[in-house]
């Protein structure tokens, strides 16, 4: 099975930045797909940004132009780093991986990490 751990999550003041990292262990050869989801309280959880192994992005409306997903392959890592935040942006934050290759066999199920709060408030 794939662990994820987040890391990076904070208070941040509206117009701020932060950067997320996610590191994904568990002796399998490559991820097809990382990602991000976020989840306030009392909603769902939502997509907010995934990435291909080959780097092809996917963003939610509400962050596209302030949001930027990224991954280092050799490292299984993936980040978000986000910029002009809004109180909007509060939630929990979690990663994500499906796709888990294992030589010839792929695990097609979702991988969750434990999330990490992210709170922007003056």
């Known amino acids: 099975q794939v662990q994820l751990a987040e890391s990076g999550g904070g208070l941040v003041q509206p117009g701020g930045s932060l950067r997320l990292s996610c590191a994904a262990s568990?002796?399998?050869?490559?991820?097809?797909?990382m990602g991000w989801y976020r989840q306030a309280p009392g909603k769902q959880r939502d997509l907010v940004a995934s990435?291909?192994?080959?780097?092809?992005?996917n963003y939610a409306d509400s962050v596209k132009g302030r949001f930027t997903i990224s991954r280092d392959n050799a490292k299984n890592m993936v980040y978000l780093q986000m910029s002009s935040l809004t109180p909007e942006d509060t939630a929990v934050y979690y990663c994500?991986?499906?796709?888990?290759?294992?030589?010839?066999?792929?695990?097609?199920?979702?991988?969750w990490g434990q999330g990490t709060q992210v709170t922007v408030s003056s």
């Open positions: 990435i291909s192994s080959g780097g092809i992005t």
């Open positions: 994500n991986s499906k796709d888990i290759w294992y030589g010839r066999s792929v695990d097609s199920r979702d991988y």
């Open positions: 568990g002796g399998f050869l490559s991820i097809g797909l």
